[in-house]
């Protein structure tokens, strides 16, 4: 859970980040990428890691036309404007799949399920070790496209100031759809990643999302690091909860760390304190 957490909220704070929007979205851009995998693993038999990839890339191609038509003309508006634009983009995207899904909940199987690994006192099933290799696979990829190329570069600028980064040249909107691109992938592989484990049904992203936002807010707004570390935080208090308290309380926990870290570190575990002269 640490790393499906970990990978919306990558998603969720490289387009804070970037493009200064908060994506109530998210949650939806998961829910439908876990559909995608759902058609190609269970109705066109398509092996589970060519489905993951192939996911990433529709939802991926998916988030740049959210880019073009939804959160381009929100750019420069009023936050308010852009947090009900993305409010409203989620209500409309999870009431479209359950017109065209059904809400009836539906199952993903696959062969990594039946296979179990054996670590010392530890039984887990190969889908489960699957989730946090190919979560760990994707955050060093992720980490090393943006520390160590060009693209990578502008986007950090874009991070900085994208105002000056325009002004130098660069092409914002070539970096907020790929922005858009990478953040809907990374939430799509947490959907197609996650499916096998749980049900799958119209309205899964919503409880993600809203931990997804926690995970953001525990790391820094706008932090990487923040987002991973924080991920990994919050999907282990949750489950410990779980197995060692009850099952029942474990939704709490998130958003008691949430109030905690609001009132001793607002700015997050690795945000930094700016302050903004008026």
């Given at each position: ?6 990978l ?6 490289m ?16 829910m ?37 038509f ?10 308010t ?33 039946d ?22 696979a ?50 799509a ?7 096998p ?14 931990k ?33 308290i009850s ?6 926990i ?10 001793v ?14």
């Open positions: 859970m640490g790393s499906i957490y970990a919306l909220s990558l998603g969720l704070t387009i804070f980040g970037i493009l200064d929007i908060v994506n109530f979205a998210q949650g939806e851009l998961y439908l990428g876990a559909y995608v995998g759902f058609f190609l693993i269970a109705v066109l038999h398509i092996n589970f890691l060519l489905a993951l990839v192939i996911s990433m890339i529709v939802m991926g191609v998916f988030g740049i036309l959210v880019e073009r939804s959160f381009r003309p929100l750019m420069g508006k009023p936050h404007s852009m947090i009900l634009g993305t409010v409203g983009l989620s209500i409309f995207l999870m009431n479209g799949a359950i017109l065209i899904f059904g809400a009836e909940p539906r199952r993903v199987g696959t062969p990594y399920s296979i179990f690994v054996n670590l010392g006192p530890f039984s887990l099933s190969m889908q489960r070790v699957l989730v946090f290799a190919v979560t760990a994707l955050i060093i990829l992720l980490t090393l496209f943006i520390q160590k190329t060009k693209m990578g570069k502008a986007m950090r600028a874009c991070a900085q100031d994208l105002t000056a980064a325009r002004i130098v040249g660069i092409d914002t909107n070539r970096i907020a759809m790929l922005t858009c691109f990478i953040g809907s992938a990374l939430a592989a947490g959907g197609v990643l996650i499916a484990l749980f049900l799958v049904s119209p309205v899964m992203g919503l409880k993600a999302c809203l997804a936002f926690v995970v953001v807010i525990l790391g820094g707004l706008g932090n990487v690091p923040g987002a991973i570390v924080g991920g990994f935080i919050i999907g282990i208090a949750e489950n410990l909860t779980a197995g060692f099952s029942e309380v474990k939704d709490l998130p958003f008691s760390i949430l109030i905690l870290i609001l009132l570190k607002p700015e997050g575990l690795f945000g930094k304190y700016i302050p903004e002269k008026v």
